[in-house]
């Protein structure tokens, strides 16, 4: 890898474990805020913003509760979401704008830091978001 790009992964790195600790609750607060800032840029900004909440309100429900899980002698363990790091995503020029939302949302609600590869097309929408 080329310095810039060891760079940028360092980066993401130093900070997942900030991001991972704060709890699904907190990961979901800030991206409703997010939501709410990206309302206000337009159609764009409106549908993106939608599908910020959508991802919300779903991983909520699926992710964000502690499970309890009784083993077999009597011993307690839970199932609880953590994220994994780092994590790349990539789309092609004609992905709609929702589907990165999408991915970007799953996985910043898990815990997980993101590194977007975006082609040109994309980045300065990105950038207004």
Same mark, same amino acid.
């Given at each position: 890898?080329?310095?810039?790009?060891?760079?940028?992964?360092?980066?993401?790195?130093?900070?997942?474990? @900030?991001? %991972?600790? &704060?709890?699904? /609750?907190? =990961?979901?607060?800030?991206?409703? +805020?997010?939501? !709410?800032?990206?309302?206000?840029?337009?159609?764009?900004?409106?549908?993106?913003?939608?599908?910020?909440?959508?991802?919300?309100?779903?991983?909520?429900?699926?992710?964000?509760?502690?499970?309890?899980?009784?083993?077999?002698?009597? @011993?307690? %363990?839970? &199932?609880?979401? /953590?994220? =994994?790091?780092?994590?790349?995503? +990539?789309?092609? !020029?004609?992905?709609?704008?929702?589907?990165?939302?999408?991915?970007?949302?799953?996985?910043?609600?898990?815990?997980?830091?993101?590194?977007?590869?975006?082609?040109?097309?994309?980045?300065?929408?990105?950038?207004?978001?």
């Amino acid at each position: 890898m080329n310095s810039k790009v060891n760079e940028i992964v360092k980066q993401a790195d130093s900070q997942w474990e @900030e991001w %991972n600790a &704060l709890g699904c /609750a907190a =990961r979901a607060d800030l991206l409703l +805020r997010w939501a !709410a800032k990206m309302a206000q840029h337009g159609s764009f900004g409106l549908i993106a913003a939608k599908m910020v909440e959508y991802q919300v309100k779903q991983g909520s429900a699926l992710i964000a509760q502690t499970q309890l899980m009784p083993g077999p002698t009597g @011993e307690s %363990n839970e &199932l609880y979401t /953590a994220g =994994r790091g780092v994590f790349i995503i +990539r789309c092609s !020029a004609d992905a709609p704008l929702t589907a990165l939302v999408a991915m970007l949302c799953a996985a910043l609600l898990a815990g997980n830091c993101i590194i977007l590869a975006l082609p040109q097309e994309q980045q300065q929408t990105a950038r207004k978001l």
